[in-house]
């Protein structure tokens, strides 16, 4: 359930950008791309914390108190009466999700054991494409007959299902109690990615080399480097950083942030050019993008399967080239008119990067880690991805609205060169991997 609640609200929230960007935000794109990228900043931002509030505590408690603070971010989401209302709402479901996730994968992985990590988190892939695949048939129908608030209002009853689920069930203690949280660094963590952020969205507007936008990236980057500065090895540092003596976690992460950067922005560009540039409605064109999940939840478990037996580098070298090299093609040859030539390939080939790439960086963040630092190493990884997913949406955005003229051909275009680049750049560093199983 964590994985299918995860792959819901990630995937269906690109197909209500849309709707809010004309009917709730007056038009600006560049104000309603923050209700997606919010998700992605406070997510970053409290999974390192969340990581080690999962070593702190035990997995088990840790989940289910995030599913309770997912179900009041959905009804706030779902009754927001301003788009700062929403974008804090979903702030809020980024939030819950932040604690959800370490957790989840904890427990999947805890009853998994040992030797079997990919595999067991390739399954926890596989119910996170499910739901991504079957949330843009339900969700654009709804929002075609309704509005965006469908979104969230569904996902209510499945908050409420899971809390059902886990009534009257002895949830056992568990985990490091010199563990202590600290709040500052999360505060200095959320600060530092906003202000890295914001200028990329904003940058139609600020210009790319103005000082405006050099100061806001110098901040940001200053208040990360205090953050790594105030990391230790201690119990209660939010970034654990024995981690990062290991070379496969080190490129893990690397990978992690242009992997994200890539799956992200290609659920964007992908969207906005077949609704902006073929004028699709948002129900023919959610029904295409199923085909990313929907080839996602075929391969995930195997793809977890091969990593186990055969090494890391075997599934995800293959997988991040077939990914690269399709988007590479669908932007080299898509035109101005409709044609599904080289643009279901690329949707196929999105699905295979996803399953190959998605869960074995996890796995990859799991394997060789005490299980006292699970938590740890797991929410390292998935905050990377959260950066470059948030990085990965304003890229595009930026692009579109900064290449020629304004909702042109040329810049839509333009924004489908985002996943080849960065999938090369997650394909270079897979290269010096460790290839152990």
């Given at each position: 359930?964590?994985?299918?609640?995860?792959?819901?609200?990630?995937?269906?929230?690109?197909?209500?950008?849309?709707?809010?960007?004309?009917?709730?935000?007056?038009?600006?794109?560049?104000?309603?791309?923050?209700?997606?990228?919010?998700?992605?900043?406070?997510?970053?931002?409290?999974?390192?914390?969340?990581?080690?509030?999962?070593?702190?505590?035990?997995?088990?408690?840790?989940?289910?108190?995030?599913?309770?603070?997912?179900?009041?971010?959905?009804?706030?989401?779902?009754?927001?009466?301003?788009?700062?209302?929403?974008?804090?709402?979903?702030?809020?479901?980024?939030?819950?999700?932040?604690?959800?996730?370490?957790?989840?994968?904890?427990?999947?992985?805890?009853?998994?054991?040992?030797?079997?990590?990919?595999?067991?988190?390739?399954?926890?892939?596989?119910?996170?494409?499910?739901?991504?695949?079957?949330?843009?048939?339900?969700?654009?129908?709804?929002?075609?007959?309704?509005?965006?608030?469908?979104?969230?209002?569904l996902q209510v009853p499945i908050g409420l299902f899971v809390l059902y689920c886990l009534s009257g069930v002895d949830l056992p203690k568990g985990g490091d109690s010199s563990v202590s949280i600290k709040p500052l660094d999360s505060i200095i963590t959320?600060?530092?990615?906003?202000?890295?952020?914001l200028p990329i969205v904003k940058a139609d507007n600020w210009g790319i080399t103005s000082l405006k936008t050099l100061s806001f990236f110098v901040a940001g980057l200053l208040l990360l480097v205090l953050l790594v500065k105030n990391s230790s090895e201690?119990?209660?540092?939010?970034?654990?950083?024995?981690?990062?003596?290991?070379?496969?976690?080190?490129?893990?992460?690397?990978?992690?942030?242009?992997?994200?950067?890539?799956?992200?922005?290609?659920?964007?560009?992908?969207?906005?050019?077949?609704?902006?540039?073929?004028?699709?409605?948002?129900?023919?064109?959610?029904?295409?993008?199923?085909?990313?999940?929907?080839?996602?939840?075929?391969?995930?478990?195997?793809?977890?399967?091969?990593?186990?037996?055969?090494?890391?580098?075997?599934?995800?070298?293959?997988?991040?080239?077939?990914?690269?090299?399709?988007?590479?093609?669908?932007?080299?040859?898509?035109?101005?008119?409709?044609?599904?030539?080289?643009?279901?390939?690329?949707?196929?080939?999105?699905?295979?990067?996803?399953?190959?790439?998605?869960?074995?960086?996890?796995?990859?963040?799991?394997?060789?880690?005490?299980?006292?630092?699970?938590?740890?190493?797991?929410?390292?990884?998935?905050?990377?991805?959260?950066?470059?997913?948030?990085?990965?949406?304003?890229?595009?955005?930026?692009?579109?609205?900064?290449?020629?003229?304004?909702?042109?051909?040329?810049?839509?275009?333009?924004?489908?060169?985002?996943?080849?680049?960065?999938?090369?750049?997650?394909?270079?560093?897979?290269?010096?991997?460790?290839?152990?199983?």
């Amino acid at each position: 359930m964590a994985g299918f609640i995860g792959g819901w609200d990630a995937s269906a929230s690109f197909f209500v950008f849309p709707d809010i960007r004309d009917n709730f935000a007056g038009g600006d794109a560049a104000a309603a791309s923050w209700v997606l990228t919010v998700t992605n900043i406070v997510g970053a931002a409290l999974l390192l914390q969340s990581g080690r509030l999962t070593d702190k505590s035990g997995p088990h408690r840790l989940y289910k108190f995030g599913v309770q603070i997912f179900v009041l971010g959905v009804v706030l989401s779902t009754i927001a009466p301003s788009l700062w209302f929403l974008i804090i709402a979903r702030g809020l479901s980024a939030a819950s999700q932040a604690l959800m996730g370490p957790a989840a994968i904890a427990l999947v992985i805890k009853y998994s054991g040992r030797g079997h990590e990919s595999e067991a988190v390739g399954r926890w892939g596989f119910y996170t494409a499910v739901a991504g695949a079957i949330s843009p048939l339900i969700v654009t129908q709804l929002i075609s007959t309704f509005t965006w608030r469908s979104l969230f209002a569904l996902q209510v009853p499945i908050g409420l299902f899971v809390l059902y689920c886990l009534s009257g069930v002895d949830l056992p203690k568990g985990g490091d109690s010199s563990v202590s949280i600290k709040p500052l660094d999360s505060i200095i963590t959320i600060s530092g990615l906003t202000l890295i952020i914001l200028p990329i969205v904003k940058a139609d507007n600020w210009g790319i080399t103005s000082l405006k936008t050099l100061s806001f990236f110098v901040a940001g980057l200053l208040l990360l480097v205090l953050l790594v500065k105030n990391s230790s090895e201690s119990p209660s540092s939010p970034l654990q950083l024995q981690l990062f003596k290991n070379r496969n976690f080190v490129c893990a992460s690397i990978m992690s942030l242009f992997a994200g950067i890539a799956f992200y922005a290609h659920w964007m560009s992908v969207l906005l050019y077949m609704t902006e540039i073929w004028d699709y409605g948002i129900v023919k064109a959610g029904l295409i993008l199923t085909i990313m999940p929907g080839s996602m939840s075929l391969f995930s478990i195997t793809s977890g399967r091969m990593s186990d037996n055969y090494g890391f580098r075997w599934v995800i070298i293959p997988g991040i080239l077939v990914y690269s090299s399709l988007f590479f093609f669908l932007w080299l040859w898509v035109g101005p008119n409709e044609s599904m030539t080289f643009l279901i390939p690329a949707l196929v080939g999105s699905g295979i990067g996803m399953a190959t790439v998605w869960p074995t960086l996890t796995a990859i963040g799991a394997s060789g880690t005490e299980e006292s630092l699970l938590g740890s190493a797991t929410s390292v990884i998935h905050t990377i991805q959260r950066v470059g997913g948030a990085l990965g949406i304003a890229v595009v955005l930026a692009i579109v609205g900064s290449v020629g003229e304004v909702g042109s051909y040329e810049a839509f275009r333009a924004g489908l060169l985002v996943m080849p680049m960065a999938g090369a750049i997650t394909l270079i560093s897979a290269l010096f991997l460790d290839n152990r199983s």
